[in-house]
């Protein structure tokens, strides 16, 4: 996959916002510099920060990925450690002083930082819902990834290297597609992005019985389960709400008790709870 340079460490695409991310990939490598990598989700953010790894000889390093409401964002800091703190515009108030300290109280970042985000930080910064020092400091060194419907050109490339990984991981020989296949894929949206792709593909691979895939059976998966391969972040969310308010009424609003069953803190219960419009800031 990677000897036309179209391929890097899993960054698939020959379309110029994805040479672009290589680009930024093979530059940022050489920095000790924490990165925020932007993206719908399921659009590839942790290969692009595995990819930063692999380039800087991290791969045998510990990794913790963070979201908000892990007690370990608040944790002794470990240099032998990389750290992934994940959907970063979720972190609480708390959270977000402590990184926010982390890196403007060090000449060097004394860990291996990344950051994701669905969104540009520096919006809710300005609305005060997320810490502007803590924003102009990981926006400085960025990587945005385009969401799959802005790279459609990519699409061939992007499901052959799935397909690929999916024969391996299934036991399957190699299979190819077939241009009509491939063309009805392409018209495809995919919200779900990349993720999305990925299970679509795992599904034809597993269920094409030939070597080959034919729009027949791209017509078959779609028929079957139509535009709910992948899991939204709208999906998600509205899981996430939903069990907060289940909680929080089986306790009768104990937060303590409701972050215990989460394994979160209980300022991450509050910012959550606050951030689905269940309970007043001031509270």
Not at 6 to 31: C, D, P
Not at 117 to 130: H, I, K, M, Q, V
Not at 171 to 192: E, F, H, I, Y
Request: charge should be positive; charged fraction near 30%.
């Amino acid at each position: 996959m990677g000897s036309n340079g179209s391929s890097v460490g899993g960054i698939v695409g020959r379309s110029a916002a994805m040479q672009r991310v290589r680009e930024r990939v093979a530059a940022l490598a050489t920095l000790a510099v924490p990165v925020l990598v932007r993206g719908e989700e399921g659009s590839g953010r942790s290969h692009v920060v595995a990819a930063l790894r692999a380039q800087r000889g991290e791969a045998d390093r510990e990794l913790w990925t963070l979201r908000a409401g892990d007690r370990r964002l608040l944790t002794p800091l470990d240099p032998r450690r990389s750290v992934v703190l994940d959907e970063v515009a979720l972190l609480s108030p708390v959270e977000q002083a402590r990184w926010r300290d982390v890196l403007l109280g060090a000449r060097s970042v004394p860990v291996s930082l990344y950051a994701t985000s669905g969104d540009d930080l520096a919006e809710p910064a300005r609305r005060g819902a997320f810490d502007p020092l803590l924003a102009e400091s990981l926006a400085r060194f960025a990587i945005a990834l385009p969401p799959l419907r802005e790279r459609q050109a990519d699409l061939p490339e992007l499901a052959a290297a799935l397909a690929e990984r999916a024969c391996a991981r299934l036991g399957r020989d190699p299979v190819t597609w077939s241009r009509p296949a491939l063309r009805l894929l392409q018209m495809q949206s995919w919200p779900g992005n990349v993720r999305e792709l990925a299970a679509a593909v795992e599904r034809l691979v597993a269920f094409a019985g030939g070597a080959r895939i034919e729009r027949s059976h791209v017509e078959a998966l779609f028929e079957e389960s139509p535009r709910k391969v992948g899991a939204t972040r709208s999906a998600r969310s509205r899981h996430q709400r939903e069990e907060l308010v289940r909680l929080i009424d089986e306790t009768g609003g104990n937060l303590a008790e409701v972050a215990r069953r989460l394994q979160m803190s209980r300022g991450g219960v509050i910012y959550r709870a606050q951030k689905f419009g269940l309970m007043r800031k001031s509270s």
